[in-house]
């Protein structure tokens, strides 16, 4: 969180925008068959054959989606492209190119762009993803990125939000609400620091907290781990925006309801420590919390066997009638209705 002032600085106008994306794409390298033709031309060419194409995009606002004053931004750049591979992976298929575009203010010198692509960089080769193309432009203020993700998949692999049948279970994937309350723990310590710009931040005892909100990861296992499983999710969504609200989207598109129960979350025992610390109910913001990316997704009762103690998945509900509605079973065994109450970006 402390700037160095003697950095050095190069203007972005020296290089013009031919000459930008020459020199922040020359390190992208291609990988997949299917791409015929990435950067260079007026289009991308790609050849998927008999395959089934995927594509999500997403925009990442200064100001909105994330805080330089703790965001470095080569972590910035990874987590753009993650965000948008974990749409891929939510619809069980492989995520294999993506765009790059770029909006930005002349506040931001060639090395802090560098920086940004360095992370990008560094995602598409964790994630085999070819960069393909995209654009830059200028900004009056601030930093913009929109990624857009392509992905294939056979037609018989893709799981859709509206598959859920009343008698599925609702699994997950790791553990959830840990990128909340690192979250929590960034914008505390940016506070302190704005006080006392001599107090260094003390993140240790939180860098797995810090860690899911800094650096998350898609999960790009689960399509390898439910194929050797033998099981084909009923739907499937990735977390984004809170546990509450995609449970929320299976259910309208599946046209079912659901009982989540609380004592079935998958928490880590850090958040459990750090929701204590800040006087913040666990189960609150395990439910709501959002941008933990982890999959959500229903399967089969007759699948149950296959996944029962599985560490990668936890069972944490079923699914009902539609007229049953969507709860949430406490711990003492009460029913509260579940509301939508995770990340809303047009909210006031």
Excluded at 133 to 159: C, F, M, P, R, Y
Excluded at 189 to 210: G, I, R, S
Excluded at 284 to 292: H, K, L, Q, R, S
């Amino acid at each position: 969180m402390i700037e160095d002032k003697n950095q050095q600085r190069t203007s972005i106008a020296q290089l013009g925008e031919f000459g930008l994306i020459e020199h922040l794409t020359k390190n992208f390298d291609v990988t997949q068959e299917s791409t015929l033709k990435s950067i260079g031309d007026d289009a991308a060419v790609l050849d998927f054959k008999d395959k089934k194409v995927v594509v999500s995009t997403d925009l990442l606002i200064e100001g909105v989606h994330f805080d330089l004053a703790y965001m470095p931004l080569k972590h910035l750049g990874y987590k753009a492209v993650v965000v948008n591979v974990s749409d891929i992976c939510a619809m069980n298929a492989k995520p294999t190119q993506i765009t790059v575009s770029v909006a930005v203010s002349n506040r931001f010198p060639l090395e802090a762009l560098e920086e940004l692509f360095a992370g990008i960089t560094h995602a598409a080769k964790e994630y085999k993803v070819d960069v393909i193309g995209g654009d830059t432009t200028s900004s009056q203020k601030g930093l913009i990125i929109s990624i857009t993700a392509i992905g294939e998949a056979d037609e018989n692999e893709l799981v859709y939000r509206n598959g859920a049948q009343k008698t599925d279970l609702l699994v997950v994937t790791g553990d959830i609400g840990a990128a909340y309350m690192g979250l929590q723990v960034l914008e505390r310590e940016k506070q302190v620091f704005q006080v006392n710009p001599n107090n260094q931040p003390d993140l240790d005892p939180y860098t797995y907290l810090v860690e899911r909100q800094l650096k998350p990861e898609a999960r790009k296992d689960v399509r390898t781990l439910l194929h050797a499983l033998d099981i084909k999710p009923t739907a499937m969504i990735d977390i984004s925006d809170g546990l509450s609200s995609e449970i929320i989207h299976i259910c309208k598109q599946s046209k079912v309801g659901c009982n989540l129960y609380e004592d079935k979350l998958p928490l880590d025992p850090q958040f459990i420590s750090t929701c204590e610390e800040f006087n913040i109910d666990s189960t609150t913001v395990a439910i709501n919390g959002g941008e933990d990316y982890e999959l959500l997704f229903t399967i089969d009762i007759n699948d149950f066997d296959k996944i029962k103690g599985n560490p990668n998945f936890s069972v944490i509900g079923h699914m009902t009638e539609e007229n049953e509605g969507i709860h949430l079973v406490t711990r003492a065994n009460t029913k509260i209705a579940l509301k939508a109450r995770g990340w809303d970006a047009l909210s006031e």
